[in-house]
């Protein structure tokens, strides 16, 4: 039986009977509204395009630097939260949530997009890893904490999708900023009600903050990533290559003060468990497909196969339930098969599913379309919700601010890089197609930029012209889609087949924590 009083970490407060699920109701709220930012950006990609005029190079950093900064930051404010208390941290990041949303909605420029896109990812970095410590420091019971979790990453997996419908509807009626402005009321209601019924929890005995180690991660995961994404999207450079060791060298010097600190930003021993790492990779990787495949799906969606974006949103749903579907029963059937089954079978499915998007063509149907959004889902909602919970199960509760921020470092580090990596492999197919022969040199240049700027360039030309021109675009955006998830299905196929050694003999807890 469930203790009807707890204690949410050596310092805290009690969070009685069925109080801990009031609380968790608050804590979705916070996930709802990061999740619905991450997910309405794809379909406003179009209607952006066509306001501010990125390159194509622009647009992927308006698609990934939220990521990049939230990735960059998650340890050091998971570590943060676990010192000066995850209520507090959740409800400044939930206020400043909300007012760069602001700022996203009415950018006026690509350069000035991007800015606000790295501020929101400054906010939603003290957002993700406070609600998860929060979790592990008010379930002690292991199974009602892995209902919890699930319910927690469904409510990530429902604002993916309820971000698209409301988006899309959004976009019909008002201007492509509205759809930032759809966090503030959910903000609004996370802080009023948060302030009266979260209970504070921190670590009391953590020891200082050290800012020579948020700046050497920051710096160490923005590095590497941004060289990956330069090296997929232009080839190797001697830019490039100074930039990765840069990161490099940052990480490196990361992990050695960690080691020689009283008191790490993340205790970099829990590495050592094989369970712990594996699980770590799986969840980067199960994101790193599910994100490239929704995020160009929307432009594939929007702009080869002409669907509004209402419309665009509404076919990407099958993910969403697929992955809320799974992420409530996952802990139990985890218990049941053993966490390596549904981690292996998890990322599996979303390899197949990717494997699926090879065969599409500009007039495939939605049926396979939609069959292969829910079976990614289903994978999702499996390896996602497993992997959480092993990493969360696996320190003290007075390390559970670090050891979510790892857990989401690996999802934010996963979602920036399906977008950068498999987005760079479809630009650079994309780019490769060849526009008609009398089109403007400055047209052409702007089509080769992105599909988004070929549909917009093409109206400077005559019908028969801007037809053909756009023809050969979207052949060549489907091209780079189909390379982009053989490659996302042979990356996934393998981790599949490494997390079944990695995770051999883990076990979810069955016994409650006194």
Do not use: C
Not at 37 to 58: F, I
Not at 151 to 176: C, D, N, R, Y
């Amino acid at each position: 039986m469930t203790r009807t009083k707890q204690l949410d970490g050596p310092t805290g407060t009690e969070v009685k009977g069925g109080g801990r699920w009031v609380a968790l109701s608050v804590l979705v709220l916070a996930v709802l509204l990061v999740a619905v930012d991450a997910t309405v950006l794809g379909l406003a990609t179009p209607a952006l395009s066509e306001d501010l005029k990125p390159t194509g190079n622009q647009l992927l950093w308006i698609g990934d630097i939220y990521s990049f900064v939230i990735a960059g930051l998650l340890v050091s404010m998971g570590s943060l939260g676990d010192r000066i208390g995850r209520k507090k941290l959740l409800l400044v990041g939930a206020t400043a949530f909300g007012a760069f949303s602001v700022l996203n909605a009415y950018a006026t420029s690509p350069e000035m997009m991007i800015a606000a896109r790295a501020l929101l990812g400054v906010a939603g970095a003290t957002l993700m890893p406070s609600t998860l410590a929060l979790i592990r420091n008010i379930f002690h019971d292991p199974k009602e904490r892995s209902l919890a979790i699930g319910i927690w990453g469904a409510t990530a997996s429902a604002g993916a999708a309820v971000g698209p419908v409301v988006g899309g509807f959004l976009l019909q009626h008002f201007w492509w900023g509205s759809v930032f402005l759809i966090n503030l009321p959910v903000m609004i209601v996370l802080v009023i009600v948060g302030i009266k019924l979260l209970p504070e929890s921190k670590n009391s005995v953590a020891g200082p903050w050290d800012l020579v180690s948020v700046f050497l991660s920051l710096i160490g995961i923005i590095g590497l990533v941004y060289a990956i994404k330069e090296v997929a999207s232009h080839g190797p450079t001697w830019q490039v290559f100074a930039t990765a060791l840069v990161g490099a060298a940052a990480l490196y010097a990361f992990v050695r003060r960690q080691f020689t600190l009283e008191s790490p930003l993340l205790d970099m021993r829990l590495f050592r468990h094989r369970g712990f790492s594996g699980a770590v990779l799986a969840d980067l990787l199960t994101v790193f497909g599910l994100s490239g495949l929704v995020f160009f799906l929307s432009q594939f969606l929007q702009l080869v196969q002409g669907r509004e974006p209402l419309e665009a949103g509404l076919a990407e749903l099958p993910a969403a339930v697929g992955a809320v579907a799974t992420g409530l029963v996952a802990g139990r059937f985890a218990r049941r098969y053993s966490v390596r089954v549904i981690v292996t079978g998890g990322l599996a499915a979303i390899g197949l599913a990717l494997g699926v998007i090879t065969l599409v063509h500009q007039e495939t149907g939605y049926p396979l379309l939609g069959a292969a959004l829910l079976v990614v889902g289903l994978g999702a909602g499996f390896s996602f919700t497993v992997t959480a919970d092993v990493i969360l199960s696996s320190v003290p509760k007075e390390q559970a601010g670090s050891a979510s921020a790892v857990s989401e470092t690996a999802y934010e580090l996963g979602a920036a890089l399906g977008i950068a990596l498999l987005g760079s492999i479809v630009t650079g197919v994309y780019r490769d197609f060849t526009a008609p022969a009398g089109v403007p040199a400055a047209v052409a240049d702007s089509a080769h930029e992105s599909l988004g700027g070929a549909v917009e360039a093409a109206k400077t030309l005559d019908p028969a012209t801007a037809h053909t021109m756009v023809s050969a675009a979207q052949d060549a955006f489907v091209d780079g889609l189909r390379l982009a998830a053989g490659v996302g299905a042979a990356v996934l196929m393998a981790t599949a087949v490494a997390a079944w050694f990695l995770l051999r003999g883990q076990e979810l807890q069955d016994s409650v924590e006194h």
